[in-house]
Structures are given as C-alpha cells and as structure tokens.
C-alpha cells in the first residue's frame, strides 16, 4: 500500500515531491496525486493518530467528482518569488495549489507547473533561481585519507577516519575523527554533526555507503535499518545520492575538499595522544573555515548559519539518539559475561545460561529469559577489566563450591610450591577473587599441557621475575621449556573431563577463551 501518511508528513515539513517519492518508495506522480486529492478533501498536516494509510485512503478516494478547469499560473508572480533567497519551485507550487482551491479551481501537477513557468521564463528571457532550501538538508560523507593519533591503550600508531557533514544552503561544515567507519561510528557521526547544528534537517544525503543504504536503485531504495531508525529519532528522511552521481550531494563534496587542504593537511605532522585530541584540532580548523568570508558573496558559512539557518534547523529532540549493540552470550563459570574484552557480572543463580547483552557508549544491559538481571557502566580502555556488583556472588560459595579460591589453591599445591605461590598471587590480585578464577585454570591446565614439572619451573622462574606474575608470563616460560626439551612434542590438544579437576566441570579455553559468544 501506498505510505499516504508519511507522504504527507514529509510534504508538510516541506520536502521537495521527488526526495518524498525517492524515501517513500512510490512515484512522484503518486506523491503528486496524493497532495492534490488531500487539500480537496481538506486533509491537513498533522493529522490524528488512529488514522492510518487505510482511513486517508478512503478519505482520499470516495466516488470520482468532475474535474475543473486547470488554475492559470501568475508567472511573473512565481518568477518574482524565486529570487528570493530559499525559495524553490516547489514552494511556489504549493502556494499556487493553495490559491487554486481556494478559488474553486484544479491546479497544475508539479512538473506540468513546472515546464510551463520555464518556458515562460525563457520566452520572457528570465534567469530562474532555483536551489536548495534553507535548512532543508544535511549532506555526509568520509574523507579520502585517514589521519593517524597514538592509542593512549597501546601506546602504538592508529589510524583515525574523518567525517564531514554540511548544510549545503549556508555551506556550514562540520567535521569529527572516528578509529574506523563502521556502523557505529558512521551513526556517531551523525549523532555528533546533528548536536553541532544545533538540530536537523527533513532531507539527509548520504553516500551509497553500506553502513547507511543497503541497495539503491532506479526501482528499489532499501536503508540500513540502524541508519534509519537514528534518521527518524532526528526526523530526517534518508534520500541518499543516486550511484554515481557525486552531484547530489556536490556541498559535501565541496566541503570534504576544503576539510583535506585547510584542516586535515596542516596537521599532517603534528602529534595526537588521543582520538579526542585529534577531533579537537579538526574543529579548530574547520572553525576558521567557518569564519572566513565567501569570496565571491558577502559574509560567511558562520554568519550564514546563524543569521538564517539556524532557525530554520528542526529542534533536536530530548535525548541525543543512543547507538545499541547487541550480543548472544553464554554465562561462564565466574558468573560473568565477556564484551569486546571486558567482562560484566550477573547473579551466580544464572551460570551457563545464555543471557542477551545491549550495550550503549556508556551502559551495559544484561538479560537472561527476557529478564534483565543486571546492569553496569561500560568499561573503556585496556582489555581485560572486571566490572562485578558485590550482590551477585554467592553467599560464602555455598551454592557453587565447585569453583573457589580454596580449591584452585588445593590443585596448585599437588604441582609443587612455585605453582601454589602464583596461583595465590593471582587469586588475591584481584579485588573479587572470582575474577582470577579463568586466570588460575588457564595455568594449572598448562601443567596438562607441558607437564607438571615444566609448570613448576616455569612458576619458580616468574616469581624469581615479580612477586605477582600474570598468567601471560607464565605461559611463554613454560613454552619456551618444553621447546627446549628434546624429543618432548609440544603444541598437543586434549581434552579434559571433569575427573581432571576433581569432578568439577570445565567449558574449555584459557585466559583468552570469551566462551561461546555469539554476534547477533
């Protein structure tokens, strides 16, 4: 069925006719069609909530009436309009539209009142203004080449992508560094321009990136669902470029251009810390971009922007648009929850079942049966953090005594006493003893793997290395023992039964192991 009702939602907010066919997947005639039969009917913008494409459909299309004769068009009025700045076409034909039912008359579909006035235009030797509207779009796109900042986390070079979104009416630029252009950051980045803006706008022009428009054809638009639901959080219809064709979006092209020659080129060679400090910098200089005069008009894409577009910008809404990952997990024997590297408590009560992750930029959510259980802020930074609520453990490890400090300090002692000395340390390393617990099987399972005696060396050495010696070190001496041993096979996998670990059932993997996770 036809989208009535969002046809002429986007058509009041006053989107052209043909950016309202290409988002709503229908003609421009059947736009066309539509607005005309609804100011016959008296239909109006907004309309009732309960009324749904079916009712406008029936409002719109009761028994067929006579038609009237065609309103004539007041070119000279239409020409003198167009001069004005922010003024298109298709305002006017509204307006004409408007006069016409008011008189009692049928006007002329778009493009007929089109083809006429320019004809008129021409016959009269008139030069038509006709361009964008004030605070009628935004336009996106990436960068060519990436910049390059030092992760705080690694201490190593990475490299940052530079997004740039521009109102094409005022030419006002904005530009941001993400570490990748994934979906994530791609929706950041709106998230980030929208919040510069000061609001948004009815029409957004992207690329035909994957990350924001999933086909885009002559007969079909499909928009990544994500990228559309954050449109619609800004009310923005997504109507992205046509495939080859840079034109459509030619303001953002012009403004990436200027962002690569005045703002990413001159600081080719400075040195970043931070992906922070980076975007800082790219907004200091597209600042000064902002500011400096047009050359071939008077003032500025800043003036511009603040004298008139601004106010034309649609409000941004309460609540900047929150991007959500999800993820399928299974509970591991820790009670915790591994995510992107970091692991999240749940109650004790929930081990090995699935539980259902969404996670935020700054909150972590976690179910189990569709039921949340728990709740954390998200960690950041080096991988490998604990974020554990004290409620979750159990009571003296009565319900669970299968895994405890005791026990792994039991199994540590029948390898020898450098083994019970590290698996101690691990365990009181850690603010919740629960979070060695993956640590310390890891390294008794490498006394499996290379033999008692080379785990026992391997532990004696480390500790010779630090009183709290981490798993990591552990592990490369002892592989770096048994290599040495001759005629001594290594690299060999097993496979442990519970009898292994005194009837205590174990779900594979060291300290790397996240359990079976799964991307949805």
Known sequence: MVKYREILRLRAMGVSQQNTAHSCGCAASTVQEVEKRA???????????????????????????????????????VDAELMRR?????????????????????????????????????????????????????????????????DPDTG??????????????????FADAFPDMGEESWIAAHVHAF???GGSTPILVPDNCKTGVTRNTVDELIVNERYRRMAGHYGCAVVPARPRRPRDKGSVEAAVGLVERQAMAPLRDRTFLSLAELSAALAAKVGVINARPFQKREGSRESEYLGQEKGSLIPLPAHPYRIVVHKSVTIQFNYHVAFEGMFYSVPFTCLRKKADIAATATALAIAVDGERVATHPRLHGAKGQYSTNPEH???????????????FRRWAVEKGAPVAAAVDAMLRSRTVEQQAYRTCRALLDLGRRHGDDVLEEACSKALGYSRNPSYKTVKTIAAKLASDKPGEPDGHAYLRGSEYYDGAGTDGGGEEADGNDEEE
């Open 39 to 77: 100011r016959a009917v008296g239909l109006e913008w907004p309309l009732p909530q309960e009324m749904d494409d079916a009712a406008i459909r029936a409002r719109l299309y009761p028994k067929a009436q006579s038609r009237s004769a065609k309103f004539p068009i007041d070119h000279e009025k």
């Open 86 to 150: 922010g003024m298109t076409l298709a305002l006017c034909w509204n307006e004409y539209c408007e006069e016409a039912v008011a008189s009692g008359g049928e006007p002329y579909q778009y493009s007929a009142f089109c083809q006429r006035h320019r004809k008129w235009a021409e016959a009269n030797a008139f030069t038509m203004r006709v361009g964008c509207k004030c605070g009628e779009k935004t336009e996106v796109d990436w960068a060519g080449d990436p910049m390059e900042y030092f």
């Open 156 to 173: 190593l070079a990475a490299k940052a992508w530079v997004s740039v979104a521009c109102l094409p009416w005022s030419q006002y630029t």
């Open 195 to 197: 919040s510069f803006f």
């Open 393 to 407: 453990m159990p009571d003296a490890h009565r319900d669970y005594a299968e895994w405890n400090g005791d026990r």
